[in-house]
């Protein structure tokens, strides 16, 4: 089996985009259309659903998502075997949002860990505006964030969006509180959401951007709105019933699945959250090098791996 075909699945998947596939891997569009097909003729299946306004995985193409990494994980270790075994020593600071920790952060650092057990790590968790002025000032090596830093001082490497929703207390807690279970059309109504107190993430931050902009949409003053920068404390108060929040999907997804939160279906769209994986360019450090891209590696494997709707991908192929 051609690992190519396999790579490119992969990125098919992850950014939900034949086009932005193309993008990544550097060739055409019909080249990554070539390669899909080559690898469904081998498989004996299809591994996309496709129609003009979207782009799903198939079961087939779900389960593929795991041995497509471990496959392309072996071939990375196979091709090392030849290689000179230098190990690379350093300390390298790196800072990150909470989106990332509560999300890949441990995997990416056990990875880590593994691979160049030389290279000592030293964290800090703070928000994205902080996160820029620590990098620029020299304070952290690496920040795993929300934004691109402009110039050419910096070296940016994107990573696969997250989803961005809302959530409110899982269905059990709700109907406790209120005597009943939600009503889900009124209650995914933008108008009543906006009407609610809403806790999202803290001032200037994507969630907090995108809330701002759905009560201009809305024609609304903004409400009562809480900016909070702890993701388990943000879980705290919308399992208390102290409002609904407006955040990124993937740090809660185990919440969700026990019920704790519960998704709500809004009628307005919601744009991703990019997460972006910065250093200086600067940097002469091979270790600071390395772990950056190490780190936006793992953010695509998180991002491939999750199911629909904590990963968010483009329609369209």
């Known amino acids: 089996m051609n690992t190519r075909f396999v790579e490119a699945f992969l990125w098919v998947a992850k950014l939900g985009s034949f086009r932005a596939a193309a993008e990544r891997l550097h060739v055409t569009q019909a080249a990554i259309s070539n390669r899909i097909a080559s690898l469904e003729e081998d498989i004996g299946a299809r591994l996309f659903e496709r129609d003009p306004r979207d782009l799903r995985l198939t079961p087939v193409g779900l389960r593929l998502l795991n041995y497509g990494e471990r496959l392309l994980e072996l071939q990375r270790e196979i091709v090392a075997l030849g290689r000179p075994q230098e190990e690379v020593l350093g300390l390298v600071r790196i800072g990150a949002i909470e989106s990332v920790v509560h999300t890949w952060l441990v995997d990416f650092l056990g990875t880590l860990q593994r691979r160049h ?10 928000t994205t505006l902080a996160l820029h002025e620590r990098l620029q000032a020299g304070a952290i090596d690496i920040a795993l964030q929300t934004d691109a830093l402009a110039g050419p001082s910096f070296v940016n ?4 969006p997250m989803a961005m ?14 005597g009943s279970a939600p009503d889900p059309d009124a209650e995914g109504r933008i108008a009543s959401l906006l009407t609610q107190p809403v806790l999202t993430m803290s001032p200037g931050s994507q969630p907090h951007q995108a809330l701002k902009h759905l009560y201009r949409q809305a024609g609304m003053p903004v409400g009562k709105v809480h900016c909070v920068s702890s993701m388990a404390a943000i879980v705290r108060l919308v399992k208390s019933g102290f409002g609904n929040a407006l955040i990124p999907l993937p740090p809660v997804r185990d919440e969700i699945r026990r019920g704790d939160l519960r998704i709500i279906e809004c009628d307005t769209p919601l744009p991703p959250q990019h997460i972006v994986v910065s250093h200086l360019a600067s940097a002469d450090s091979a270790a600071i090098r390395l772990v950056a891209e190490l780190a936006r590696d793992e953010a695509d494997r998180f991002a491939g791996g999750l199911p629909a709707p904590f990963w968010d991908g483009s329609s369209g192929n």
């Open 117 to 126: 057990p030389g290279i000592e790590v030293q964290l800090t968790s703070e």
């Open 157 to 160: 490497l994107a990573c696969a």
């Open 165 to 178: 929703g809302w959530v409110g207390p899982g269905n059990r807690v709700a109907a406790s509180r209120k």
